[in-house]
């Protein structure tokens, strides 16, 4: 019923930027939060930003000051500017939505993941 289909990922040097981009199709009502989300080998899935549909934003204390979230609601796309990239940085990194979905209700979902790798 509903897709989210990120892109922007790929390798860069340490210190460099990449931009993510989550688009949400589908029978889509609304959408209330958006966030990033990541997970780096070995390691648990970790939220990285989050932003609601009036444009609040939350981040994790490791990409705060380098990452920026935002949204466009008339696209349902959801972006992350990613700055200052760092080795640690590297992961898979999954969008999520909240999303009202057309006659099926508030259901949450996410998205097939883009490999994000930070070279030192």
């Known amino acids: 019923q509903v897709q989210l289909v990120e892109s922007g990922g790929g390798l860069v040097q340490a210190g460099g930027s990449l931009r993510l981009s989550c688009a949400a199709s589908?029978?889509?009502?609304?959408?209330?939060?958006m966030g990033w989300y990541r997970q780096a080998p070995g390691k648990q899935r970790e939220l990285v930003s989050t932003?609601?549909?009036?444009?609040?934003?939350n981040y994790a204390d490791s990409v705060k000051g380098r990452f920026t979230i935002s949204r466009d609601n008339a696209k349902n796309t959801l972006y992350l500017q990613m700055s200052s990239l760092k080795p640690e940085d590297t992961a898979v990194y999954y969008c999520?939505?909240?999303?009202?979905?057309?006659?099926?209700?508030?259901?949450?979902?996410w998205g097939q993941g883009t490999q994000v790798t930070v070279s030192s």
């Open positions: 999520n939505a909240d999303v009202i979905v057309w006659n099926a209700g508030r259901q949450g979902y």
């Open positions: 589908g029978s889509i009502v609304g959408i209330y939060v």
């Open positions: 932003i609601s549909s009036s444009g609040s934003t």
